[in-house]
């Protein structure tokens, strides 16, 4: 089986300062894996993900994530956080030669002016 | 524009009533997916398709049944067996694999029980 934990349910930080949002997953194989967000009253948008290569991903809106397979991490980083990036993020994982998607429970961030 | 549309935008279902949410794209995208969303749950998995004419399970998929048809459909019915139905459903749809591989979500539909 696999799955994705997110084990923050809630990420506070002030704007200007760093952001990481967490995630391990678990999964036989190879593991794709992806970051979403949904902002309130919109729908989810893809922001980024690994499939294979360079471990440091970058994404949309200044987002970067960065794959680390012997602790099954893909954390999710903004070196500086606009009051903007105040929203929902999940993370998920599939196997690479399976297309069932899972997601987790989600990181709801609020960035303070 | 393409895009991936679901339908209707809000659904109430009684008692033992079965209803069904749709859920249309014009990406030519192979690969079609149902989740559910409650708060503190994430998006859970009902079903996913790969291709037209199969379909496979997801991590919640008692009570729920799909179709696949035609490329461009992939509807879900919540059964009266489903005793839980209230939630956020979205429809998502992929190309397979490569580069270009991400989910496009529809807007939800909104199931609540009368």
């Known amino acids: 089986a696999q799955s994705v934990a997110q084990p923050e349910d809630q990420v506070n930080v002030a704007e200007g300062n760093p952001l990481t949002v967490k995630c391990t997953y678990s999964?036989?194989?190879?593991?794709?894996l992806f970051w979403y967000v949904q902002y309130p009253n919109r729908g989810l948008q893809f922001l980024l993900k690994?499939?294979?290569?360079?471990?440091l991903v970058k994404g949309s809106y200044g987002f970067e994530a960065e794959f680390n397979k012997s602790q099954t991490s893909f954390h999710l980083k903004k070196p500086s956080a606009l009051v903007s990036d105040s929203a929902l993020y999940f993370c998920?994982?599939?196997?690479?030669?399976?297309?069932?998607?899972?997601f987790g429970a989600g990181t709801t961030v609020t960035v303070r002016a | 524009d393409g895009g991936i549309t679901q339908s209707p935008k809000y659904l109430f279902r009684k008692e033992g009533q079965n209803v069904t949410l749709s859920c249309e794209q014009n990406?030519?995208?192979?690969?079609m997916y149902w989740y559910r969303q409650d708060p503190g749950q994430g998006l859970r998995l009902i079903y996913y398709?790969?291709?037209?004419?199969?379909?496979q399970k997801g991590d919640i998929a008692e009570g729920y049944s799909v179709s696949r048809e035609k490329k461009e459909s992939f509807p879900l019915t919540v059964t009266s067996a489903q005793k839980n139905p209230t939630a956020f459903y979205l429809c998502?749809?992929?190309?397979?694999?490569?580069?270009?591989?991400?989910?496009?979500f529809g807007s939800g539909t909104q199931l609540s029980v009368l």
């Open positions: 998502a749809s992929t190309s397979q694999g490569g580069t270009n591989e991400k989910l496009f």
């Open positions: 999964v036989s194989g190879n593991p794709y």
């Open positions: 690994y499939i294979t290569g360079d471990n």
């Open positions: 998920a994982v599939r196997r690479g030669n399976d297309y069932k998607l899972s």
């Open positions: 990406l030519n995208h192979d690969a």
């Open positions: 398709s790969q291709i037209v004419n199969d379909f």
